[in-house]
């Protein structure tokens, strides 16, 4: 088996496109998607049929999707609609590239939840646990979170700093849902969802559609952006406490500490490299988690880390500075793959983190996935 | 009224847990090979891959890992009583399992001992909860 650090820096993103983020009843999961695969080619420039990959995620039929691109690949692969297939979809792709098995991968994401009215518990989605009332992803990070308060002490006014610090970046960011900053106290006065977490611990539910373009570094070069490049990634799944979903006792410190680890050493950096982190932020708490098990703070110990605006753009670790889920737009990390991209490329504006060479894309979650991006 | 919360679906697993539950009794899969015990039940033991599965009446004693509080309600029969408490039970056996608690007192605690108690909630379900002990 080939060691994964020559992997290192071998395949790049070449373009990145999305639609806008919304609701949009008049349009289709398809029509989404193909709006963010043809952004995403005038980005780069490329001829659409050197595309000879194709990965979907969240879209129902990949022949149907090929169809409307006018894609007949050599490679295809299809994703469930789960919110955590982001960071193990582009690995794949760039395994299969890698291999041999084809050379440039569109990979398209589209969610329709918002104009469908998608509920994330109840009948829609049954579980094991139902006759007990407990249902929703949220209510599984309340739950977690409760026990994290517990063991630590950890307040919610630590947690608020995550929401507030990413919506401070959704006002950098025009294209954000949601825009109007708010502050600890705002936090601490919104309605409770799942107790302890509150509204505004939740990630938005909308409409969009997000596309990535990956080759390998040698063709990287003959396109109209600088690349940017896969320089590290790990990966480790906890599917013990399945029928719990969403939920591990350890908020998935074991998985994200060997993740974050693997794709360290791959990339031949510490998280003191890291200019940015884009964390999988479905419910506030993950950020937590995700930050203590890189070890960019002690086990638990993320409350106090948090504190006075440490994840904004010029605090101790920018984290989400397009808006993330909470604020931005829930592309279940397709669309935080993106902002990495962007902000190695220069192209952020108003939240560009200056002199960004590294940026780190994690998700803790059932499929913990890291993914270290560095300029080419 | 009738009941009108979820009910438990039966699958081709959990049979020995409901039909326990009615005769006031946490029942909880075990492997015969390798002593295993789970909640939810398995087709083999995820340890030691044995189909050799059998069940055991529980202690009913467990602790509070976590808790929380529903502000919504998902199912309609839960519109009256939100928010309403929902419990993380490590159970003495070592499975960790949700249910409710009934007690609503505030000063719930991380490790705090509780015990398993019995709602019959129709003529043919009867759910374990679970109060502090």
Redesign the interface.
């Known amino acids: 088996m080939a060691d994964l650090k020559d992997l290192k820096d071998k395949i790049a993103v070449i373009g990145v496109g999305n639609t806008k983020y919304g609701n949009f009843p008049e349009i289709d999961d398809y029509g989404l998607a193909a709006h963010a695969f043809r952004n995403a080619v005038e980005d780069c420039g490329i001829d659409k049929n050197q595309v000879d990959g194709m990965l979907v995620c969240r879209i129902p039929y990949y022949a149907r999707m090929g169809e409307i691109l006018g894609l007949n690949p050599k490679w295809t692969l299809t994703l469930p609609g789960h919110g955590r297939m982001s960071g193990m979809g582009i690995i794949e792709a760039a395994a299969a590239i890698d291999a041999g098995l084809c050379h440039t991968v569109a990979l398209m994401y589209a969610n329709i939840g918002r104009s469908r009215r998608v509920?994330y518990?109840?009948?829609e989605n049954?579980g094991?646990?139902?006759?007990?009332?407990?249902?929703?992803p949220g209510?599984a990070h309340?739950?977690?979170f409760?026990?994290h308060m517990?063991?630590y002490g950890t307040t919610t006014r630590q947690l608020a700093e995550v929401s507030v610090a990413i919506r401070h970046h959704a006002s950098l960011n025009p294209d954000a849902v949601m825009r109007r900053p708010f502050s600890i106290d705002d936090h601490e006065a919104a309605?409770?969802?799942?107790?302890?977490?509150r509204l505004l611990d939740y990630c938005l539910i909308n409409d969009g559609a997000v596309c990535l373009i990956v080759t390998t570094k040698e063709r990287a070069k003959d396109f109209k952006k600088p690349p940017v490049m896969i320089s590290g990634f790990g990966a480790r799944e906890t599917y013990?406490?399945s029928?719990?979903a969403n939920f591990d006792?350890d908020f998935w410190y074991p998985a994200i500490s060997d993740a974050g680890q693997q794709a360290y050493e791959m990339a031949g950096i510490t998280n003191k490299d890291v200019d940015a982190l884009m964390c999988y932020d479905n419910f506030s708490p993950t950020v937590l988690f995700t930050l203590e098990g890189l070890g960019f703070c002690g086990r638990g110990e993320s409350g106090p880390w948090v504190e006075n605006g440490a994840l904004k753009i010029g605090g101790k670790l920018p984290v989400n500075t397009d808006g993330g889920h909470l604020s931005n737009s829930y592309m279940q990390g397709w669309a935080l793959n993106v902002e990495a991209v962007r902000q190695l490329r220069g192209e952020c504006g108003a939240r560009q983190i200056p002199n960004c060479e590294v940026v780190q894309y994690a998700q803790s979650t059932p499929c913990t996935r890291s993914i270290i991006y560095t300029r080419g | 009224m009738s009941y009108n919360k979820p009910l438990p679906r039966p699958d081709t697993t959990n049979g020995p847990f409901w039909a326990g539950a009615k005769q006031g009794k946490l029942m909880l899969q075990y492997c015969k090979a390798c002593g295993d015990t789970r909640f939810p039940p398995s087709h083999i033991c995820p340890k030691c891959l044995s189909s050799d599965q059998d069940w055991k009446e529980a202690s009913g004693k467990g602790t509070l890992q976590s808790w929380i509080e529903m502000h919504r309600a998902y199912w309609d029969g839960y519109k009256g009583e939100i928010p309403y408490r929902v419990a993380l039970i490590q159970l003495e056996e070592g499975p960790v399992v949700v249910s409710n608690i009934d007690n609503n007192s505030d000063n719930l605690r991380l490790g705090q001992p509780v015990t398993v108690v019995f709602d019959a909630v129709t003529d043919d379900v009867t759910i374990p909860k679970f109060t502090l002990a």
């Open positions: 509920n518990g109840g009948d049954p094991t646990w139902d006759p007990w009332g407990f249902t929703s209510a309340a739950m977690a409760r026990r517990e063991m309605r409770f969802i799942a107790a302890p977490l013990s406490p029928s719990i006792m």
